[in-house]
């Protein structure tokens, strides 16, 4: 574990430029291809650009900051710590939301394929493990898990939300349904 995030450019480019740190814990690219984000052991949440490696965010944070998403519409940014989630709007990196998670690990972030919802899982169970805020309205549902969900997916559509528990069982919620097991 060397603690290094390699930003490769395009092809025929012979520069590589690297991202230091003790531990980098997650990564994602943004959905125009132009921004990578990463968090680390640091407990730093970093935006850098692909084509030069330039960092151009940076956020320290409370804790280690384990989850990160972009929206498909690539204009917010969300990372989630120990301690909190929150969003920024990617052309101004203004904090656009921000919700403490009572020293629960926020460990899986997911937008809504339209944008207009984020889901957040905590490492906590019952009603402080799952939550969706409408970033419109900003408002936020609790929806009651019995195991910390560990991984999150919106479908295609929106409309169903998937998580993964950590005792291995999958829940699916559906238009504010109550969810169903498998």
Do not use: C
């Not at 230091?20 to 690219?29: G, L």
């Not at 549902?141 to 969900?149: G, H, I, P, Q, S």
């Not at 069982?169 to 109550?178: A, V, Y």
Request: glycine fraction near 10%.
């Amino acid at each position: 574990n060397t603690g290094v995030l390699a930003l490769v450019p395009e092809r025929g480019a012979s520069q590589l430029y690297a991202i230091a740190s003790d531990m980098v814990v997650n990564m994602a690219i943004s959905p125009d291809g132009k921004l990578i984000a990463s968090t680390t052991g640091e407990r730093v949440a970093r935006l850098n650009r692909w084509d030069d490696g330039a960092e151009v965010f940076a956020l320290t944070m409370k804790g280690v900051a384990a989850a990160l998403a972009f929206s498909s519409d690539g204009k917010l940014f969300a990372v989630g710590d120990q301690n909190s989630v929150r969003v920024f709007a990617l052309d101004t990196l203004e904090l656009v939301f921000q919700r403490d998670t009572d020293d629960n690990a926020v460990i899986g972030l997911e937008f809504s394929p339209d944008s207009t919802r984020l889901a957040a899982a905590t490492s906590s169970s019952g009603d402080d493990g799952l939550f969706i805020v409408d970033l419109g309205a900003g408002t936020v549902r609790v929806l009651e898990v019995k195991d910390a969900a560990m991984d999150l997916s919106f479908s295609p559509d929106g409309h169903r939300l998937l998580a993964a528990q950590g005792s291995g069982m999958l829940t699916i919620w559906q238009d504010g349904k109550e969810p169903a097991s498998v």
